[in-house]
């Protein structure tokens, strides 16, 4: 058992180093040599690309409520800082670079964005799942909108979320918008939500988009 934790642990942090090794190799400051290194030690095989780290955190979460080791399965989840950054993760991970498989979440409206960079690399595009809005949003309509402001008390968040809806902008909007422009409100709240939200689902209604990553892995 202590030889299994610290297998665990070992391909735990050594993912963590790849994964801040990939992001400076992507803004050009470093050569890529480490990450190839990292890559073939780890025995990586599949880089999920994800838009940010509200996305990250949340696939992270329904990972480990499901069991599942990724780094220890030769799977790294990778923040890319932006759906306009998918060409240059592509390249670096895909066919031309380390040749992993690429997967991932992207937005409908941003679908664009990767089938342009995902072709540009010579990367298979039928590995990504759809959002309709993103992640954020497909998370809200699974709960319901009771279910997320109760989640919203329960974190200490009742009266930011009250001087929110109070502005003109929000009334007479939806609520499932409200919600979602909430987590967008304040530095590090849609991080934290991602992971709160999904530990709240209940397994049998899991966003399909997320949900068919999962399995797909």
Known sequence: MADTR???DRAWAGTRAF????????????????????????GLRTAVLLEGPSDFAAVESLAARRGRDLAAEGVCVVSMGGAMSVARYAELLGPPGLDLRLTGLCDERERG?????????????????????DLEDELIRALGTAKVEEIIREEG????????????AQHGRPREQQLRRFLG?????????????VEALDA??????????????
């Open 19 to 42: 994964q801040d090794e990939v992001g400076r190799w992507a803004a050009g400051a470093s050569g890529g040599d480490t990450a190839r290194e990292l890559a073939v030690a780890l």
């Open 204 to 217: 049998g209604r899991v966003p399909a988009p997320l949900d068919g990553l999962l399995r797909s892995l």
């Open 6 to 8: 610290a297998r665990a």
């Open 157 to 168: 968040d009742l009266r930011p979320w009250q001087t929110f809806l109070s502005q003109p």
């Open 185 to 197: 409100t304040k530095k590090g709240r849609k991080i934290r939500y991602g992971t709160l939200l």
């Open 113 to 133: 964005f990767y089938e342009r960079g995902l072709a540009r690399a010579g990367a298979p595009q039928d590995g990504f799942f759809v959002c309709v809005a």
